[in-house]
T-cell receptor, first 111, second 112 residues
């Protein structure tokens, strides 16, 4: 994730909103993704946004994209203890279509 | 179940051995990938195959050799295993340019 940056840890109280931030570097990336990884499990695709969109909402999840600043965020409303996991943002590079991942943000939800 | 499945889930082996990890997807996807996740959870792409053809080969030691007998399978063979190869290896597949990847549950490789 040398080109995609995320903060490593976030701790919130149950019921609060969580906001996980990500910056990327390739302005030509057409799709940006958020994945969730629970302990000992693989990566689960949560949502994605096309680069010509500013916002996408899906139930408790809201993705905001600031293409000018190459900044992506994931907001989780009414965060639950089951949301505790590592969240990865990823950009899809045009070259080869490969996904480049951030380092992951470990979200801890306290009751 | 439609999925990306990897075997084995855990692999413990001694330095110098040769081992293989298998991956199969029944999603009808054209492209498959191998990623390595290190102890700090950093995910890095290793290889990508599209319809059995290698399209991405990142800076990976020659000891790692992918094999794709058909578009539903992408296996990873590792020769002369080293301690630094210990990691979780994820297989993934995707259908098209807009699709995210579907990941397998990972193979935890421990070299002792």
């Amino acid at each position: 994730g040398e080109d995609v940056e995320q903060s490593l840890f976030l701790s919130v109280r149950e019921g609060d909103s969580s906001v996980i931030n990500c910056t990327y570097t390739d302005s030509s990336s057409t799709y940006l993704y958020w994945y969730k990884q629970e302990p000992g499990a693989g990566l689960q695709l949560l949502t994605y946004i096309f680069s010509n969109m500013d916002m996408k909402q899906d139930q408790r999840l809201t993705v905001l994209l600031n293409k000018k600043d190459k900044h992506l965020s994931l907001r989780i409303a009414d965060t639950q203890t089951g949301d505790s996991a590592i969240y990865f943002c990823a950009e899809k590079r045009n070259q080869g279509g490969k996904l480049i991942f951030g380092q992951g943000t470990e979200l801890s939800v306290k009751p | 179940d439609t999925a990306v499945s990897q075997t084995p889930k855990y692999l413990v082996t001694q330095m110098g051995n040769d081992k293989s990890i298998k991956c199969e997807q029944n999603l009808g996807h054209d492209t498959m990938y191998w990623y390595k996740q290190d102890s700090k959870k950093f995910l890095k792409i290793m290889f990508s195959y599209n319809n059995k053809e290698l399209i991405i080969n990142e800076t990976v030691p020659n000891r790692f050799s992918p094999k794709s007998p058909d578009k539903a399978h992408l296996n990873l063979h590792i020769n002369s295993l080293e301690l630094g190869d210990s990691a979780v290896y994820f297989c993934a597949s995707s259908r098209g340019s807009s699709d995210g990847y579907t990941f397998g549950s990972g193979t935890r490789l421990t070299v002792v």
